[in-house]
């Protein structure tokens, strides 16, 4: 199982930026497709980006299609979350997680992965 650690939270003002990383170790990372979500307080985890394994195709959530832009570098066994025009509404922990398998339409679910990071916290202050 691959290992996967983020990096790259905190607090920023709203209509700020901020870049997250999430780096994979344990098993060959170019073989996972890769994904980021995020959970607020008393809210389900929710989708927010995918990426093939060859980075070839990513998909977003409506919620930060446009602001949110998603990335990786097979050759570092990274993958990356920027985070453009942050809201107070994208305040959440946000994590890194692993796919061995998804369908041709993408990962959407978090019961779909298999490996995940222990969260990095983002606060989005008004």
């Known amino acids: 199982q691959v290992q996967l650690v983020e990096s790259g939270g905190g607090l920023v003002q709203a209509g700020g930026s901020l870049r997250l990383s999430c780096a994979a170790s344990?098993?060959?990372?170019?073989?996972?497709?890769m994904g980021w979500f995020r959970q607020a307080p008393g809210k389900e985890r929710q989708f927010v980006a995918g990426i093939t394994w060859s980075g070839g195709s990513t998909y977003y959530a409506d919620s930060v299609k446009g602001r949110f832009t998603i990335s990786r570098d097979n050759a570092s066994d990274m993958v990356y979350l920027r985070l453009n025009s942050l809201e107070p509404e994208d305040t959440a922990v946000y994590y890194c997680?692993?796919?061995?398998?998804?369908?041709?339409?993408?990962?959407?679910?978090?019961?779909?992965?298999?490996?995940w990071g222990q969260g990095t916290q983002v606060t989005v202050s008004s």
């Open positions: 344990g098993r060959t990372f170019v073989n996972y497709h």
């Open positions: 997680a692993a796919a061995y398998y998804c369908p041709g339409y993408g990962c959407y679910d978090p019961h779909q992965y298999g490996a």
